[in-house]
């Protein structure tokens, strides 16, 4: 079955601060992609990062970026200089190819979510 | 910027009705899906749709159909409500872009939500 796993439900970092939020995955597809989405109050989820598996180098969108290892299976995410914007619920997802009557479609499968406060 | 509507932020409905719940994109995006959202679940597929008049189960398709006449709409359906389908959810679209045989996973886009309460 493919999973993803958040092991933090919740973490808190002070503003300016570096957090890092974890993620492991299980999949037996050797080409895939991992992504970081993000929830604030409002609900509306945003892609904040995207990772290509066959790509060795970390993605990195101004502060985010990710700690990428396939082999571990694991997609971690720091968050550098945090701002009280960023306060949100953060979910990993990886995706899945699934057949279809006209060949193939992807699909997510998320984490449980790791919520972050950001402090002042 | 793409836009995912969806038809209602909050809905009550009793058990035994028959809820809709509407989704519109804007993007010409060949992929809608429809998830709900529980507190320490994540989100969770319940079916999605690659074409017009095509859908696929998800991982908790039990208790919910979907309707895609038109490329723009996709409609997730509770054919007779019950209280444990009390939950938010959510609809995304993404698009696929590829030839050749080359498939390229573009990024999902989602709505606000419905949080839908069954009484």
């Known amino acids: 079955a493919q999973t993803v796993t958040q092991s933090q439900p919740e973490m808190s970092v002070q503003e300016a601060e570096t957090v890092t939020l974890s993620c492991t995955y299980d999949?037996?597809?050797?080409?895939?992609?991992l992504f970081w989405y993000k929830q604030p109050p409002s609900r509306q989820m945003i892609l904040v990062i995207r990772q290509e598996a066959y790509k060795q180098q970390n993605a990195t969108e101004n502060r985010f970026s990710v700690n990428f290892q396939k082999a571990a299976k694991s997609f971690s995410l720091k968050i550098s200089d945090s701002q009280l914007g960023d306060a949100a619920m953060y979910f990993c997802a990886h995706t899945n190819e699934l057949p279809t009557a006209t060949g193939t479609a992807s699909k997510l499968t998320f984490g449980t979510g790791t919520r972050l406060q950001v402090t002042l | 910027d793409v836009k995912v509507t969806q038809s209602s932020r909050y809905l009550v409905k009793r058990t035994g009705e028959k809820v809709f719940l509407e989704c519109v994109q804007d993007m010409d995006h060949e992929n809608m899906f429809w998830y709900r959202q529980d507190p320490g679940l994540g989100l969770r597929l319940i079916y999605f749709?690659?074409?017009?008049?095509?859908?696929e189960k998800g991982d908790i398709p039990e208790g919910y159909s979907v309707s895609r006449e038109k490329k723009e709409r996709f409609s997730l359906i509770l054919e007779s409500a019950s209280t444990n389908q009390t939950s938010m959810y959510l609809c995304?679209?993404?698009?696929?872009?590829?030839?050749?045989?080359?498939?390229?996973?573009?990024?999902?886009?989602f709505g606000d939500g419905t949080r839908l309460s069954i009484l």
């Open positions: 999949t037996s597809e050797s080409d895939y992609y």
């Open positions: 749709s690659y074409d017009v008049k095509m859908k």
């Open positions: 995304a679209s993404s698009s696929y872009r590829g030839s050749g045989g080359f498939y390229s996973n573009q990024p999902q886009h």
